[in-house]
Every structure is written in structure tokens, then in C-alpha cells.
């Protein structure tokens, strides 16, 4: 497919798709596309920046238009996904379109959700806590329902998202078209493909598309201490949009409240903020009145701005997938961009996982003999050189040389309290006699 006249689409959709320049479609699109409007269940695999989300938004578009569709349902695993996916489709529809579409996601109100549900929109995109909240309170009716998109499978797995997704499939009916699609197809994503989907095709990226080129990588070996001394250098000397990396939603706090005290526009965005906030921090961000965005991994997936220059990993991910999809947050749509990772000597394990997913059969950057989680238990000294037990000290003097000559003063003069004529030895005479006598006497008065 060269390109999207081939596919005798929706005049509507024509007009929306030469609005927004789209002319070539992404390797992604040109396999995912035909397959998904020949009604055929897939697996698909592609990396952020891919074009995937409108591998799957263009034919379900194209389908609800034809009255092929009557109600779809799309599942991510965070509300900025949910978004990104709802603004995908807001921008593939014509002004006044007689398709709607409503996102489902936690950290709004739930009142206003209950009211945009009363017009009966045909594309459904939640989260799946929230759409379960709406499932049982009986407010969203999924009878209808004859097209599933599971988006970021991977992560949604990762969430424990598994027995939710379940909960959702027991309002759906069994006769339905599914698209599974995920960054990388693990073991557990095809055992749930054969659970979810019925003789899918499977549609992959080239290999080589898996580097994404246009991402220059830098690797910086640091201490914890030395890590925020050197964020505000490189801060200061780059410039453009810049996306933190951070590990725990009181570290984006913290790191932001740091760096806006040494003068930066730097704000935070993580899981406890409620959806109008991070909606709200969003909107400074992608409008330039921040420079600096810290997140948790929240926004590593679902966050759309074309401008961000840098991706700073100040903490690596927990899961090394994740960091492909951090680095993604830049050099999207083919401009190019920098990813800068905060390396220290406990994180090297996960580093050569990382790179085992960058580079497959590689050999790691990072010197082995500095990782110290990889050495085996009985290589480890589990006290450092310098502490001792107070008895260890004890012992160690008496085993010393200087000490195990007789002929030294030291030690001849040296008095032991065990010796036969201590007093210790006498007392302890005492008590035994003592001690004997009693048990004498008892057993006489028995």
C-alpha cells in the first residue's frame, strides 16, 4: 500500500486525512490497515512514533462510518493514552460528524462522564478501572459492542490490569473483531493473544526500526550525589523542550521543587495528581511555558509533543521496556532528538537489560567488573574492610603475632582470671560447695 487512496476509503475520512498532510502510510499502517477493514483479528508490535495509533483509529473510523461498527471499545493503560488516543480521533473526524467518541478515564468527575454517555457515542477509550466503575454502576451498556482495541498490552499487564480486562469481557459479546498491539510481544502477551483473539495475524516493525536512529543516545556514569549538580549543568547548557525521567512520585516533587528553586520553569507530573491538574501541566508544557516536565512513568506512554528536544533519564525504569518508550517521547515524526541516561553503579544490572532490547546480541557498554549485583554471594564481603565486630577486634588481637611470643613482658605479666589461685576461681568453688550441699539436704529430707 503506497498510499491511502488505495483504499477506497470514507469520503469524510479523505477530507480529515488530507487536512492533517496524511498522505504515506507508516510500515505500521500499510500492513495493520487492510487486515484490521478485512474484519481479521491482529497482533501488532511497533515502537512509540510508529504511527500506531492510527493504524488502528483510521479503520475504525472507516467501519463505524459504514455502519459496519456499532459500538467500540479501546483500552489503555494510563488517562494520558486514553487522551492521546481520543485526540488521535477527534482530529480524524470532520467538524459535525456524526460519530462521537468519549473517553472514560479515573481523576475526572464522574457526573460529567454520565452526562456525554447519554448521546450514545460509538467510540468508547478508557482505562479499565474507570470503565468498570461505569459497567457496574450499569451507566455503560457494552451489549452492542462488536470491535476491542487492547492499546500497550505490555503495560497493561504490568498495571495488573489482566483481571480487569477480564471483568470487561463478560459485557461484551463473544462474536466481536480484536486488535491486540503492544512494544514488544513477550511470552505472556502471546499466551493472552490465544486467549483473546481469534486466528489473528500477526504485524511487526522491521528490526531495524527497533534503534530508532534519529534518537542520538548518551550514556553518563554517576553517583546519586552526583546526579541533580549535573542535571542543572546540562539544563543550563541545552536548550529546548526537556522530559525528567524520575522513579517515584515523591521524587518528581522533590526534583521539581529543586529545580524550580535554582531558577528553572519546572513542573511535575505523576499518578496522584488529579486528571484536570495534569491535564492543566500538559498544556503549559506543550505550549512552552515550562521548560522542564519531571514525570514517573505515567507519561512515558500515552504523551504526545512533537517539540521535546531532550529525554533525560535521571532514574532508569524498573522495567526495561519502559525506557523505549521514554526515549520515544522525543524524536517523534521523524525530527530528530537527544535521550541522556543517569547511569550509577547499582543500576548497571538494569542497564544490560536495556541494552539487551537496544542492541540484541551485543555486548554491554558497561564494564563488568563495576557491577557489583552481579557478582556471585560468596564473592560479596558482607562487612566493609573497615568494620568489625567489637569481639572480631577482640580476637584478632590475641592472634596477632607480636602477642603469641612468651618472651614479651606484655604477655608474662599478663594474668588470667581463670588461673587456679584467682579469686574468681575461688568463689566459683564456693558456690558449687554450696550448691551441692543444698541438693544433698533435699534429697535426705525426701
Avoid at 94 to 115: T, Y
Avoid at 344 to 350: E, G, Q, V
Avoid at 368 to 374: A, I, K
Wanted: glycine share 4%.
Amino acid at each position: 500500500m503506497q498510499n491511502f487512496q488505495e483504499l477506497n476509503l470514507h469520503k469524510d475520512l479523505n477530507v480529515s486525512l488530507a487536512k492533517i498532510n496524511f498522505k504515506k502510510p507508516t510500515s505500521v499502517q500499510a500492513k495493520a490497515i487492510p487486515l484490521i477493514l478485512n474484519s481479521r483479528d491482529v497482533l501488532g508490535s511497533a515502537h512509540t512514533g510508529t504511527g500506531k495509533t492510527a493504524a488502528f483509529c483510521i479503520p475504525l473510523i472507516e467501519m463505524v462510518l459504514n455502519n459496519k461498527c456499532k459500538r467500540a471499545i479501546i483500552l489503555a493503560p494510563t488517562r494520558e493514552l486514553a487522551k492521546q488516543i481520543e485526540t488521535v480521533i477527534q482530529t480524524l473526524l470532520v467538524s459535525k460528524s456524526k460519530v462521537k467518541c468519549l473517553s472514560l478515564v479515573g481523576g475526572e468527575p464522574m457526573g460529567k462522564q454520565l452526562n456525554r454517555l447519554r448521546s450514545n457515542p460509538q467510540i468508547i477509550i478508557g482505562t479499565p478501572g474507570r470503565v468498570n466503575d461505569h459497567l457496574n454502576k450499569k451507566s455503560l451498556d457494552l451489549s452492542k459492542a462488536n470491535f476491542l482495541i487492547l492499546d500497550e498490552m505490555d503495560r497493561m499487564l504490568d498495571m495488573g490490569f489482566s483481571i480487569q480486562i477480564d471483568k470487561i469481557l463478560k459485557f461484551i459479546p463473544k462474536e466481536k473483531q480484536t486488535l491486540m498491539f503492544s512494544a514488544t510481544i513477550s511470552k505472556s502477551i502471546e499466551k493472552l493473544s490465544s486467549k483473546y483473539l481469534n486466528n489473528p495475524e500477526r504485524v511487526t516493525v522491521e528490526e531495524g526500526q527497533n534503534n530508532i536512529p534519529k534518537i542520538e543516545q548518551k550514556i553518563i556514569n554517576l553517583s546519586n550525589d552526583e546526579k541533580f549538580p549535573y542535571l542543572v549543568k546540562h539544563i543550563q547548557e541545552k536548550h529546548g523542550l526537556m522530559l525528567v525521567f524520575v522513579k517515584t512520585k515523591r521524587g518528581a516533587k522533590k526534583l521539581a521543587k529543586q529545580l524550580y528553586k535554582e531558577g528553572f520553569d519546572a513542573d511535575s507530573i505523576h499518578g496522584d495528581l488529579r486528571q484536570n491538574k495534569r491535564s492543566a501541566v500538559i498544556k503549559k508544557f506543550r505550549s512552552n511555558k515550562i521548560q522542564i516536565l519531571v514525570a514517573t512513568d505515567v507519561a512515558a506512554r500515552g504523551l504526545d509533543i512533537p517539540n521535546i528536544e531532550h529525554v533525560i533519564n535521571y532514574d532508569l525504569p524498573q522495567q526495561a521496556e519502559d525506557f523505549i518508550h521514554r526515549i520515544g517521547r522525543t524524536g517523534r515524526a521523524g525530527a530528530k532528538g537527544q535521550a541522556w541516561s543517569y547511569v550509577t553503579k547499582s543500576d548497571n544490572r538494569k542497564w544490560k537489560e536495556i541494552e539487551k532490547i537496544l542492541y540484541p546480541g551485543k555486548k554491554t557498554s558497561l564494564n563488568e567488573s563495576q557491577d557489583r549485583n552481579d557478582r556471585s554471594f560468596k564473592g560479596k564481603k558482607r562487612f566493609g574492610n573497615n568494620r568489625k565486630f567489637k569481639s572480631r577486634d577482640r580476637s584478632d588481637k590475641f592472634k596477632n603475632k607480636n602477642f603469641k611470643e612468651k618472651n614479651q613482658s606484655s604477655f608474662k605479666n599478663k594474668k588470667s582470671k581463670f588461673s587456679k589461685n584467682s579469686i574468681f576461681s575461688k568463689r566459683k568453688k564456693e558456690t558449687i560447695k554450696r550448691f551441692n550441699k543444698r541438693n544433698k539436704f533435699k534429697s535426705k529430707k525426701r
